[in-house]
T-cell receptor
Framework: SQQGEEDPQALSIQEGENATMNCSYKTSINNLQWYRQNSGRGLVHLILIRSNEREKHSGRLRVTLDTSKKSSSLLITASRAADTASYFCATDRSNYQLIWGAGTKLIIKP | EAGVAQSPRYKIIEKRQSVAFWCNPISGHATLYWYQQILGQGPKLLIQFQNNGVVDDSQLPKDRFSAERLKGVDSTLKIQPAKLEDSAVYLC?????????????FGPGTRLTVT
C-alpha cells in the first residue's frame, strides 16, 4: 500500500534555481524520510525528520513537516546538474517498515 | 565501511524460468529488506528479516517467490517460475536493528527482465 504521494510527479528547472517537492501521507507517523535515486548512486537516504520536528536542514536541503496537514516538503536550493534524480518520501510503520511514494522526477537543465 | 552488495546486477530470463538474487548487508545490520521496484514507481516491500527470522512477508507472492537469510547475514531471493510482470529492479536494503527512525541503506539492485 502506498502511504506517501509526492507532488509534482515531474519537475524541470534551470541550474541554480530552487526546487520544491511535496509529500502527503494518510496516517500518523513517527518519522518521515526523504531519499534520492539516480542511475549512478542508486537509492540514497537524504534526511529524516521526526514527528515532533517542524524543520530540518542538511547542506542545501531543507525539509519541513506539518503533521496537522499530514504533509512534508523538500527544498533543494541552488540546484546543480548532479541533483537530477527521483526523490521519494517514505513514512514509517509501527513494525519498522517504510511506506514509499511514487516519487518526483527532478531534471536540472544546464 | 562497505555498502550493501547485490548480485547479479542484471539478469535476463525467459518466462517460466527460475532466477536467484543474492544480498550481503552492511556488517552489523540486523534488519534486511527485499523490495521490488517497477519502473516509475516507488519501492514495494516484499519481505523483511530481523536477524534470520521473517518479520513480514505479507506482500511476497509465495506461490513463486521465496527468500531466506541463513545465519542472519546474507540473503537470497528466488523466483520460480518467473512471469513477465516480474520484470523490475530488485533492491536489497539493511538497517540497524530495524528500529523506527533508522535510515535504510540500499544496494545497487538487480535489474530483472523476463521475456
Amino acid at each position: 500500500s502506498q502511504q506517501g504521494e509526492e507532488d509534482p510527479q515531474a519537475l524541470s528547472i534551470q541550474e541554480g534555481e530552487n526546487a520544491t517537492m511535496n509529500c502527503s501521507y494518510k496516517t500518523s507517523i513517527n518519522n518521515l524520510q526523504w531519499y534520492r535515486q539516480n542511475s549512478g548512486r542508486g537509492l540514497v537516504h537524504l534526511i529524516l525528520i521526526r514527528s515532533n520536528e517542524r524543520e530540518k536542514h542538511s547542506g542545501r536541503l531543507r525539509v519541513t513537516l506539518d503533521t496537522s496537514k499530514k504533509s512534508s516538503s523538500l527544498l533543494i536550493t541552488a540546484s546543480r546538474a548532479a541533483d537530477t534524480a527521483s526523490y521519494f518520501c517514505a513514512t514509517d510503520r509501527s513494525n519498522y517498515q517504510l511506506i514509499w511514494g511514487a516519487g518526483t522526477k527532478l531534471i536540472i537543465k544546464p | 565501511e562497505a555498502g550493501v552488495a547485490q548480485s547479479p546486477r542484471y539478469k535476463i530470463i525467459e518466462k517460466r524460468q527460475s532466477v536467484a538474487f543474492w544480498c550481503n548487508p552492511i556488517s552489523g545490520h540486523a534488519t534486511l529488506y527485499w523490495y521490488q521496484q517497477i519502473l516509475g514507481q516507488g519501492p514495494k516491500l516484499l519481505i523483511q528479516f530481523q536477524n534470520n527470522g521473517v518479520v513480514d512477508d505479507s506482500q511476497l507472492p509465495k506461490d513463486r517467490f521465496s527468500a531466506e537469510r541463513l545465519k542472519g547475514v546474507d540473503s537470497t531471493l528466488k523466483i520460480q517460475p518467473a512471469k513477465l510482470e516480474d520484470s523490475a529492479v530488485y533492491l536489497c536494503a539493511s538497517s540497524l536493528l530495524g528500529q523506527g527512525g533508522y535510515e535504510q541503506y540500499f544496494g545497487p539492485g538487480t535489474r530483472l527482465t523476463v521475456t
